[in-house]
């Protein structure tokens, strides 16, 4: 037990070592205490902003938008990427505004989007929408195309029907790779989320930190930050579970921090 | 899988990529000129007209450096200590140590978050800015740099120390070229991110560069402005890239490690 506590403590070390250093910093004064302010005073303000209703409130409408536009690529990316790599007519009308789109801040068309959609929920969630798209399509595409070929022959020849080999040899085989692009987009619909609450929006909690530091609370601004870091640290473990979970046969997605 | 068809030709490839784009194109230039469509949606040829005109006042360049100099100089910061650091740790335990839960902790929360708290710290001007699009361009360029380190080969370290080859040499010599496909790859990524978390920064809160235009555009309704600066942010977003590809191509001509497709 104490043996435990003591690996985890060595393995861990660092993250407490950061904060005793910001807590010094913030106590000692050497940075100014309303920039700074200390850990226990951001923890009152998330007991402060949890107890008011507020913090959970701003949370589960960010949370919304960023499910709904993460869903919805979801669904057509990898619907997407699977029709590009299986028809060459979809690759062809597909491949160049996927490979020319991808490097492309596409969040500078916000204010389009703005105008089409309406300031309201829908602009936002077509927007993560978009961005959340580009890499969930790209990866499934590669997915599908590095397929060993020899598995889907070999599926052929003891007399798989197509339809069995796209369900048990294609996509279990893609799998890995849908993975990997449903990880690269979490976060991304995370950033989308806040990045639009914070430009002109009364609600989210993008609009809670701008707002809480526009108005100089910043211990309150820190416990909307918190609250964001636990939600996407939460998420990408819980797609990790998940993932580990659905394709059992070939671990480690964890790329960092894998326990 | 299917039969085989006989893969298209050059050339009906290109014309049934180009189709799509094409074909909303003109459909929102014929709807732009002779169907009613709301203001915002001007006629593309307009577009073109008002970001030409743009080039030539010099007023297009002059929020394209300032957003430039934001974006290259997080980059910069960014890329050099991510990499700088995440080759570190790939070679020395304690330091992979030290990086690991603080870097597993924070890197799936959103870097954007702290832009209103670091504008408290430093102010709105460029520094907040800069710094910002730092934290974003450190975690890419780090764990990419931190396991193109640690995935080298050992035998070919091992090697290189029987032939009596010093630590440094076999950091430069070994180590380096042979994370380097990885470490570029994460430039790669943070490159796109950089350019992202610019126009963010400045569509929330500036007074210049392109996210500035494009927002201040928007509220005086000059659409053919917005749509200008658009335009400007895809063109150095895809030409950034392409640099990056070829630098890519030009540094690891002959190296057969790593050869991934064009998308990073």
């Known amino acids: 037990m104490a043996d435990a506590v003591l690996r985890s403590l060595a393995r861990w070390y660092s993250v407490p070592l950061v904060l005793a250093v910001w807590e010094l910093l913030a106590r000692t004064g050497a940075v100014s205490r309303r920039l700074m302010p200390s850990l226990v005073e951001i923890a009152l303000a998330v007991w402060d902003a949890i107890a008011s209703g507020d913090l959970l409130f701003h949370a589960g409408i960010s949370l919304g938008r960023a499910f709904a536009g993460y869903a919805l690529a979801i669904i057509f990316g990898i619907l997407l990427g699977v029709a590009m790599a299986r028809s060459r007519a979809f690759d062809a009308l597909f491949e160049p505004i996927f490979s020319f789109g991808y490097p492309v801040p596409k969040i500078a068309l916000y204010p389009i989007f703005i105008f089409v959609f309406g300031f309201g929920n829908l602009s936002k969630v077509m927007m993560i929408f978009l961005e959340c798209l580009y890499p969930i399509t790209v990866n499934a595409f590669y997915g599908m195309r590095g397929i060993d070929r020899v598995h889907v022959w070999a599926a052929h020849n003891m007399g798989a029907s197509e339809r069995q080999i796209f369900w048990r040899v294609l996509l279990p085989g893609a799998a890995p790779a849908i993975f990997a692009g449903l990880r690269i987009a979490l976060p991304i619909s995370l950033i989308v989320v806040i990045i639009t609450e914070m430009i002109g929006e009364s609600r989210g909690l993008g609009y809670f930190i701008s707002y809480a530091s526009a108005s100089f609370e910043y211990s309150t601004a820190f416990a909307g930050v918190a609250a964001v870091a636990v939600i996407g640290f939460t998420l990408d473990r819980a797609l990790v579970w998940l993932r580990n979970r659905l394709i059992f046969w070939e671990r480690g997605a964890a790329f960092i921090g894998a326990a | ?264």
Do not use: C
């Open chain 2, 1 to 264: 899988m299917k039969a085989a068809a006989a893969p298209f030709s050059r050339g009906r490839r290109a014309a049934l990529g180009l189709a799509l784009p094409l074909a909303a194109l003109a459909a929102w230039e014929l709807s732009a000129r002779y169907g009613t469509v709301p203001d915002y949606l001007i006629a593309p040829s307009r577009i073109l007209a008002a970001t030409w005109e743009m080039v030539l006042s010099g007023e297009l360049w002059r929020h394209t450096a300032d957003s430039l100099l934001r974006a290259i100089g997080g980059y910069a910061i960014g890329g050099a200590a991510g990499v700088a650091m995440g080759l570190l740790a790939g070679i020395a335990r304690p330091v992979e140590r030290f990086y690991d839960p603080i870097v597993s902790l924070t890197y799936p929360v959103p870097k954007i978050v702290v832009l209103p708290i670091l504008i408290a710290w430093l102010g709105a001007g460029d520094a907040s800015k800069i710094a910002v699009i730092t934290a974003a361009v450190f975690y890419p360029t780090f764990i990419n740099a931190l396991y193109g380190a640690k995935g080298v080969n050992r035998l070919f370290v091992w090697s290189a120390r029987n032939m009596g080859a010093a630590p440094l040499q076999v950091f430069a010599k070994v180590i380096l070229p042979a994370s380097l496909p990885q470490v570029l790859t994460g430039l790669r990524i943070g490159l796109a991110l950089a350019f992202i978390v610019t126009v963010a920064a400045e569509l929330q809160n500036s007074r210049s560069g392109l996210g500035y235009l494009i927002a201040d555009a928007e509220n005086s309704l000059r659409f053919d402005l917005m749509y200008a600066a658009i335009i400007a942010i895809g063109v150095i977003g895809f030409a950034g890239d392409r640099v990056l590809v070829a630098l890519r191509r030009r540094a690891l001509a002959g190296q057969t490690l790593g050869k991934e497709g064009a998308h990073g």
